[in-house]
């Protein structure tokens, strides 16, 4: 399979605190080239997202989610949120320009081709992974004259000209 070239996107959520008094939540993202549109009608996408991570647990309490496609100059976000066993993504989101999703409260990536905002409508557990299937509620296009980031064996890439 790594010889199918996939866009590369930023998959955010926002963890609500554990009690109202208690701190509040955290951002959580995840690097992602799983990802595709399943429907026009209603506009549905799907993200596959490995079994017990934190953004698979994350996601089976959290129905509300963000998707940033990254553009070929975001490849440091893309590998910067790749990394796994990450205890906290605090420090991640603190120096990477972004606003927060009027609809998800989940965090959008300046500088993306184009963002949207999800409402899970269903989970398909499938092998090691969870594919989540999400109604787009929102969209953006913060950058869409950009060109997309794409990975292929096992590396970031540009599209040639």
Known sequence: MSRLAAGVVLVTAHEPPLT??????????????AFLSVSLDPPLVLVS???????DDLL???????????SDHQRQVAGRFAMKGRI???????DLPHTRGSVSGAL??????????????SRVPAGDHTLVIGRVLATSLPAAEASPLTYFRGR????GA
């Open 108 to 121: 959008l990536i300046d500088g993306a081709l184009a963002t949207l905002e999800c409402r899970t409508e």
């Open 20 to 33: 109202e008094d208690g701190p509040r939540g955290e951002d959580v993202g995840m690097t992602a080239t």
């Open 49 to 55: 997202v490995r079994e017990g991570s934190r953004m």
């Open 88 to 94: 906290s993504d605090r420090l991640l989101f603190a």
């Open 156 to 159: 970031y890439r540009q599209l």
């Open 60 to 70: 089976a309490e959290q129905p509300l989610w963000a998707v940033s496609l990254l």
